[in-house]
């Protein structure tokens, strides 16, 4: 999947694209598309889907930020031979087009209301982006009927419609990778029977964290916005929102029709091997030991603070001012469409309140931010036990019950 800028950017665009992927807006010509070729055989008395492959291509990350989740599309290949001067079909189907360009494209999207569309471009533009980012592209060909064939080809041309081809994108719910999947098991003459994986239950966090386990910073941006709901078990279609999960299943389903089972998938190919890798150097510090340094910088702080037995205000102004405007972000994504967002126990340390205690902790003038800060520490770290938090949130949350205490003891 394609898109958008690199790790090394601000914190505020990572904690956006973490959880957002896609393709880049390849702006696909609906017009240059057709399903003639299929019409356009040699021969009589010969059905031209007996030549119709259909399989899934399923796209291994990359080492860019937008693709470490892998992508799914659908291709749609005919084999047999044509009439002179008529177009071959060997069409992609990917459900991952967005453009960015529209207005209001980032606030939309922190709200949930992004917009995705199905577009739909010859194979052969497809694959060469894989093998230049050393991805592999992984095929499998459906066990299809010619029935079924046909029925798919009439649910994509539908699909295709200047009326249908546009979605509202859910990250976990309806993505490029469940998209594909709906398709198929509509067109499906019975049912797509999934063998259960009983030594596989993750949460959404879980399989999160796998994708992103070589890169600390994007999976503290992911935990940063992700809330309660993210650490409860998932089911096997609710895995299915991974291209890799998909790929599992679909090798492993079966289709039952009259009476009779047949395996869903046929057979699996290779299309482009793993290649070479770039690994670009994240930020050299983990979000565990930036947080360590803060510690030690808070009780260096704390121990001339105890010396002078006088609290330093601004470097408590320059604290509640960072947790308010992170308390801003999250207290944002409470509102968003957004899976797994609206219930995030971090804000009770990260809040936008702080901001407004800000003048009266810089003039001495009241205790009650800390009694309030006390009270949404304690509330936070009693969180921890419904809800795994940011790597190093734990020892923020120490440092600032260490500004509670200093200050409580010093009457700020």
């Not at 930020?283 to 609290?311: D, G, Y």
């Not at 009770?348 to 003048?359: G, S």
Request: hydrophobic share 40%; with cysteine; net charge neutral.
């Amino acid at each position: 999947m394609k898109h958008l800028e690199k790790e090394s950017k601000t914190l505020l665009i990572i904690l956006i694209l973490l959880i957002f992927r896609g393709i880049i807006p390849i702006k696909a010509q609906y017009e240059a598309f057709s399903f003639n070729a299929v019409n356009d055989t040699v021969g009589l008395n010969y059905d031209p889907m007996d030549s119709v492959e259909v399989s899934l291509l399923t796209c291994s990350p990359h080492e860019e930020i937008y693709s470490l989740y892998g992508h799914s599309a659908i291709r749609w290949h005919y084999l047999g031979q044509i009439k002179p001067g008529a177009n071959a079909e060997d069409w992609v189907f990917n459900w991952g087009l967005f453009d960015f360009r529209k207005p209001y494209f980032v606030l939309r999207f922190v709200f949930g209301l992004t917009d995705y569309e199905l577009g739909v471009f010859p194979y052969d533009y497809f694959w060469p982006y894989y093998k230049e980012y050393g991805s592999s592209v992984m095929e499998q060909v459906f066990n299809l009927t010619n029935e079924e064939k046909r029925h798919l080809k009439d649910i994509l041309e539908d699909n295709l419609k200047p009326e249908n081809k546009v979605y509202r994108y859910n990250y976990f719910y309806d993505n490029c990778s469940t998209r594909p999947r709906d398709v198929i098991e509509k067109c499906i003459n019975g049912n797509i029977k999934y063998a259960q994986r009983e030594d596989y239950s993750p949460s959404y966090r879980d399989m999160v964290h796998s994708c992103v386990r070589n890169h600390p910073w994007a999976a503290f941006g992911n935990d940063m916005l992700l809330g309660v709901k993210a650490d409860m078990k998932t089911t096997l279609r609710e895995q299915e929102f991974l291209p890799e999960n998909l790929m599992y299943d679909f090798d492993r389903a079966q289709i039952y029709s009259s009476g009779e089972y047949r395996p869903l998938v046929k057979e699996r190919r290779i299309l482009v091997p793993p290649g070479v890798q770039i690994i670009e150097q994240d930020f050299p510090l983990s979000p565990m030991a930036c947080a360590c340094l803060f510690l030690i910088c808070s009780l260096i702080i704390l121990a001339l603070e105890w010396k002078r037995k006088r609290t330093f205000k601004y470097w408590d102004a320059l604290l509640m001012l960072l947790q308010g405007l992170a308390g801003c972000v999250l207290f944002v994504m409470l509102f968003s469409q957004h899976p797994t967002t609206s219930t995030n126990l971090q804000i009770l340390l990260l809040n936008p309140i702080a901001l407004f205690f800000i003048p009266a902790v810089t003039r001495r003038r009241s205790n009650r931010w800390w009694k309030v800060l006390l009270t949404m520490a304690t509330l936070f770290l009693l969180g921890s036990f419904f809800q795994q938090y940011a790597e190093g949130m734990l020892i923020v949350a120490l440092c600032l019950l260490l500004r509670v205490h200093i200050n409580l003891k010093y009457k700020a």
